[in-house]
């Protein structure tokens, strides 16, 4: 079973960073791609930034960028997000998600429905 979970989440200062990370298994890899998203109080879930272990590509959303960086760790088949300078408006839940076999370009891989999730993890951040 492909399961995907997510870690990191907690209580951060305004102004702080963060580092959430994604543990995947039963999946290959290589030949995924491997998106964050969050889900704050009331909201919808919004579409964070991506990575494709296929060709090493990355997408940020257009709000995300400068801010938060993502990054692959290949021998502990994890995904890492930091988060720099965090707002009161970070606050919410992130979850961690795996498109399985992706053949797409790494440049593009918000733009797809991704099938596998993991849990969530929350983060508040403080003032």
């Known amino acids: 079973d492909v399961q995907l979970q997510a870690f990191g989440g907690g209580v951060v200062q305004v102004g702080g960073s963060l580092r959430l990370s994604c543990r995947t298994s039963?999946?290959?890899?290589?030949?995924?791609?491997i998106a964050w998203f969050r889900q704050a109080p009331g909201k919808e879930r919004e579409k964070l930034a991506c990575l494709s272990n296929t060709d090493g590509g990355i997408h940020y959303a257009d709000s995300v960028k400068g801010r938060f960086t993502i990054s692959s760790d290949n021998a502990n088949r994890t995904v890492s997000l930091r988060i720099d300078d965090l707002k009161p408006e970070d606050t919410a839940v992130y979850y961690c998600?795996?498109?399985?076999?992706?053949?797409?370009?790494?440049?593009?891989?918000?733009?797809?429905?991704?099938?596998?999730w993991g849990q969530g993890t929350l983060v508040t951040v403080s003032s």
């Open positions: 039963g999946l290959s890899f290589g030949s995924s791609a």
């Open positions: 998600a795996a498109f399985i076999d992706y053949g797409g370009w790494g440049a593009f891989c918000l733009l797809y429905d991704y099938k596998s």
